[in-house]
């Protein structure tokens, strides 16, 4: 049997700060709608997809932005969402922010915020969930900067790791499926997890200003979307996978959101990207076998993989001073 899926990068335009979700969720249904029609059995919105990407504002209180967040999925704000996909039978990838009142790592029970992405069955089904682990940006306001990004204010750091989950989507009876959350694909070791539990196809969704807003030096503005793409394409050739990396795009509060969502496969091709900076659908038939290849042969990872050379990876945070090359004394 064939192993073709059709897949969706559903781009949003901006959302305002004053819009509320059910704006976002009708876009969305349209979307949806439009997907329905191409054929398409699994689409993937993009990170923080029901609110402005809000770590962009400052709050003293924290607890002042849980307006933000969300505390169920689905709520009655999301239901037609679910409601949609359900009817016309299309898996979906959604980022939001999430409330969870959960344990902490001392077994206390308290309110947690997380920046998070569920992957969810045609059945309407929550299939997977994952809490984003690299968290750009700073906790406090920064004077420094003209646009903050305080997702370590707003967020904890993800509690679930990577994980990949073999389901049921569209005509295939099983994929393997994982995700990331924007920065996240910049960090080689986060496909590389995914990776190692045989990913198939990672959906991503992110938000990505135009300018480095950091103030710590100039980075050419055109590079911005060149670096987005190359930490994608590479992922996806040095893991075997496919990739649907789907973006919020367009000026949203005044600042800008570079779009560029794509479509990528296991060669590190780009097979679709978007064009516009405004909700746009772009699709792909993307062939689960063309993971075969990379994956018997050259990231065959049971006979070339070395971990014994790899310890630094998991054994260090920061980067440590090389050892210093001498000059033989007898040169000196
Ligand atoms: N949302 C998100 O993770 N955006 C970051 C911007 C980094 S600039 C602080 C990204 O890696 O695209």
């Known amino acids: 049997m064939s192993r073709i899926i059709t897949v969706a990068a559903a781009q949003l335009g901006p959302i305002q700060q004053a819009e509320p979700r059910s704006v976002a969720v009708a876009r969305m249904v349209r979307l949806l709608e439009r997907a329905h029609q191409r054929g398409v059995e699994l689409i993937v919105f993009p990170e923080l997809a029901l609110t402005t990407f809000f770590p962009r504002h400052y709050h003293e209180d924290i607890a002042e932005a849980d307006g933000w967040f969300e505390t169920a999925m689905p709520s009655n704000e999301t239901a037609p969402l679910f409601d949609a996909a359900r009817r016309y039978g299309i898996g979906f990838h959604l980022g939001y922010a999430e409330i969870a009142h959960e344990a902490n790592e001392t077994g206390t029970l308290r309110k947690r915020r997380f920046n998070t ?175 075969t290849l990379g994956r018997t042969t050259i990231f065959a990872f049971d006979k070339h993989r070395r971990p014994e050379a790899y310890g630094r990876i998991t054994g260090q945070v920061g980067a440590t001073a090389p050892s210093v090359w001498n000059e033989p004394a007898a040169r000196r």
């Open 117 to 291: 992405s569920i992957l969810v069955g045609p059945s309407g089904d929550v299939l997977l969930k994952y809490r984003k682990v690299h968290l750009p940006g700073h906790a406090e306001y920064d004077p420094k900067r003209v646009v903050q990004h305080l997702e370590k204010r707003y967020f904890e750091v993800g509690n679930l790791g990577f994980p990949v989950i073999r389901a049921p989507m569209g005509s295939q009876e099983g994929i393997n499926m994982g995700m990331m959350i924007c920065n996240d694909r910049r960090w080689p070791e986060a496909w590389r997890v995914l990776g190692l539990q045989s990913v198939e196809l990672v959906a991503l969704g992110y938000n990505t200003p135009s300018l480095n807003m950091d103030a710590a030096g100039f980075e050419a503005h055109h590079l911005r979307v060149f670096h987005s793409h190359l930490s994608i394409q590479a992922g996806c050739y040095q893991n075997a996978c496919f990739a649907v990396a789907t973006a919020k795009a367009g000026v949203e509060d005044g600042c800008e959101l570079f779009g560029h969502s794509i479509i990528v496969n296991p060669q590190g091709e780009i097979i679709a990207m978007a064009t516009s900076w405004d909700d746009e659908l772009i699709t792909a038939d993307c062939d689960l076998d063309m993971c």
